[in-house]
């Protein structure tokens, strides 16, 4: 399995917006669900968003509002659409491809992290 590749992480203002890209090296539409992660320095990784492969989408309360996760199924393209960014957004934001290989087991696929600093 190839590793996608997220993009779009940088330096930002606090009110200031950002969207963050993970390019998946297959079709996403095989994949069950798909995810962004996020983790501050000290801190464990947790959830941000998910989004299934039925289209139906799922936030944590701290960026419901806020945040929007999409799909580009003709490109293989994850987006985090992020907007009203907070000094405490920032973090080290992964992509998660989650899907059933041919034995009928789960896998997760993790991109290398893109890191999204937000300044007060």
């Known amino acids: 399995q190839v590793q996608p590749v997220e993009s779009g992480g940088g330096l930002v203002q606090a009110g200031g917006s950002l969207r963050l890209s993970c390019a998946a090296s297959?079709?996403?539409?095989?994949?069950?669900?798909m995810g962004w992660y996020r983790q501050a320095p000290g801190k464990q990784r947790e959830l941000v968003a998910v989004?299934?492969?039925?289209?139906?989408?799922n936030y944590v309360d701290f960026v419901k509002g806020r945040f929007t996760i999409s799909r580009d199924n003709a490109d293989n393209t994850l987006y985090l659409q992020m907007n009203s960014l907070k000094p405490e957004d920032t973090a080290v934001y992964y992509c998660?491809?989650?899907?059933?290989?041919?034995?009928?087991?789960?896998?997760?696929?993790w991109g290398q992290g893109t890191l999204v600093t937000v300044s007060s």
């Open positions: 297959r079709s996403i539409t095989k994949f069950n669900a």
């Open positions: 998660n491809l989650r899907g059933t290989n041919s034995l009928g087991y789960n896998f997760d696929l």
């Open positions: 989004i299934t492969n039925g289209g139906n989408t």
